[in-house]
């Protein structure tokens, strides 16, 4: 860790001169419109599947939207390409589900091309149908019954790689027949620093204790399925040939960690049991921007907030747009507020956590669709969620915290395209905004304006909408109160009954 290796020293990579890319992989590279692999990619393909042969595991720290998932998803198809017997071997692990959903489909991109599968367990369809996608059970001849309950006959993985949330993750582990994960080759915690934050029903020390407690042989890792040998099918991992392990069979459960903005703290760190870990990183800052953002200010009254942003949406000519607010509270009343204006020629939707998933995922879809121009959002959607399209974010309310602001303004100046991110700042504001961006070495932070008639324009219509507002989050209250109540007299009810 004291060694790192910069990213930006690597260079992009065309595929054509990529060394050992399977040529199926090229093939569905090219089919996702790929030609060449960004720095963090060709570095990482370096380190796993050129002469670094991942001995070591991995910990990269590289800008938003500079291509982390296809950095450790390449690999981990390639590596998995050769083996014969479906088993669960690689298992990445997402905070979130939309970006869970998100990281399986760039898998499902590149796995269905060597002859593997791919799985999701984030709670997105019913448990069981979870369960029927994620295992397979025996097949048998005419008249064969098959006995729950019989250890002996095989119940198998129908997936080779399976992308998770923690809960669902646990879930599984805890609750399905068949589901292991012991065969585990490769884990990759993505957003790794968020994951370590939250312990999720101590995901990570129970998947590292049952990947380790496997029956371990000395083998070479390129056979490391035998199921003739050992009956039920065991994983045979590699031997360790690293610095301190030389000729003792170590049981190497490779790992991939990741993040825009990787905390560097050797106790937290410790929690993934690294080996060797190797790290690579973007230049000399902790934190980097993406090369393409451009940030600017905008100091503005805080009564008046709401009209500078609509007569800034109303510059920004309809272009997506993503406005971070502080809280899921100010996302509803915002979002509410906006669309009391009526009359604005964009569409505005709401995406936070005081929504249900289900509302969620529709509103996304809009949005990448089009359909929606401007997302109001917590911080829900900070964390990796990669919208073409982009142009703008906003920071309605300063962010607290450089890792946040670092993680808002990623969604936009992706994959090298350009983007801005906006601060609507108060004056008293303005010095802590200053410090706040130095720590990630900005020192330009230009103030950007809006038409003072724009403003203006908006503002006869604003003691109605705080009017409408008001209203609207009266009865609001009153819907849930009465919501409540019916609740409690039915579990009243139930308890009369019972008693
Ligand atoms: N080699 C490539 N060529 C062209 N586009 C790419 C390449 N690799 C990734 N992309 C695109 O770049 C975008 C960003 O990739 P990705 O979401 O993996 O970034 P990230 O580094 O994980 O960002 P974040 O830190 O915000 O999660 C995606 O739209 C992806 O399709």
């Not at 910990?59 to 998995?80: E, R």
């Not at 489909?105 to 002859?115: C, I, K, N």
């Not at 999701?120 to 048998?140: F, M, N, R, T, Y």
């Not at 825009?260 to 934190?287: C, E, I, M, N, V």
Request: net charge positive; proline share 5%; aromatic share 8%.
């Amino acid at each position: 860790m004291r060694d790192p290796i910069d990213i930006s020293l690597s260079g992009s990579c065309p595929l054509s001169s990529t060394p050992f890319l399977d040529p199926r992989l090229e093939m569905a590279l090219s089919n996702m419109k790929i030609k060449q692999l960004f720095p963090v990619q060709a570095a990482v393909w370096h380190e796993t599947i050129g002469p670094g042969s991942f001995e070591r595991d991995i910990c990269i720290n590289s800008p938003t939207g500079s291509g982390k998932t296809l950095a450790y998803a390449l690999p981990i198809v390639q590596m998995l390409s050769t083996r014969t017997i479906k088993c669960l071997r690689a298992l990445v692990v997402l905070p979130t589900r939309d970006l869970a959903v998100q990281v399986k489909e760039v898998f499902a991109a590149l796995a269905p091309a060597v002859g593997l599968s791919v799985g999701l367990a984030v709670g997105q369809s019913s448990i069981a149908d979870e369960i029927s996608e994620l295992i397979k059970k025996p097949s048998l001849g005419t008249g064969v019954c098959y006995d729950s309950e019989d250890s002996c006959q095989e119940i198998r993985s129908s997936v080779d790689i399976l992308v998770a949330t923690p809960g669902r993750l646990m879930d599984h582990i805890n609750n399905t027949k068949g589901f292991t994960v012991e065969h585990l080759c490769y884990l990759v915690v993505d957003e790794t620093d968020r994951l370590l934050r939250e312990a999720y029903q101590s995901w990570l020390p129970t998947v590292l204790q049952l990947a380790y407690s496997s029956n371990y042989s000395r083998f070479s890792f390129e056979d490391n399925t035998s199921p003739s040998t050992f009956g039920s099918l065991k994983t045979i991992r590699s031997f360790g040939v690293e610095r301190g392990f030389k000729g003792k069979p170590y049981p190497r459960l490779a790992k991939m960690v990741l993040s825009a903005t990787l905390t560097q703290d050797p106790s937290k760190l410790a929690q993934l049991d690294l080996h060797h870990p190797l790290f690579l990183t973007t230049g000399k800052w902790r934190y980097q921007f993406p090369e393409n953002l451009k940030s600017l200010k905008m100091v503005c009254n805080s009564k008046l907030k709401p009209l500078y942003l609509l007569a800034l949406l109303e510059t920004l000519q309809g272009e997506k747009c993503i406005v971070f607010t502080s809280s899921i509270v100010s996302t509803h009343r915002l979002c509410t507020l906006l669309n009391f204006f009526g009359d604005l020629q964009i569409k505005i939707k709401e995406y936070s956590r005081l929504q249900r998933q289900s509302v969620r995922s529709k509103t996304l879809k809009a949005f990448r669709a089009g359909e929606v121009q401007v997302l109001i959002s917590s911080d829900a959607m900070t964390r990796g969620m990669d919208v073409e399209g982009v142009k703008n974010v906003i920071n309605y309310d300063m962010p607290q915290y450089i890792k946040t602001y670092i993680h808002r303004a990623g969604r936009t100046a992706r994959a090298g395209q350009s983007g801005r991110c906006f601060t609507l700042l108060r004056k008293d504001e303005v010095i802590r905004f200053k410090k706040l961006l130095q720590k990630a070495g900005n020192e330009s932070c230009p103030e950007y304006s809006v038409p003072s008639e724009s403003v203006e324009s908006f503002r006869s219509m604003y003691s109605t909408a705080l009017e409408r507002l008001k209203e609207s989050i009266k009865s609001e209250k009153k819907h849930k109160k009465t919501k409540a109540n019916i609740k409690h007299r039915g579990i009243a009810k139930k308890n009369e009954k019972s008693g």
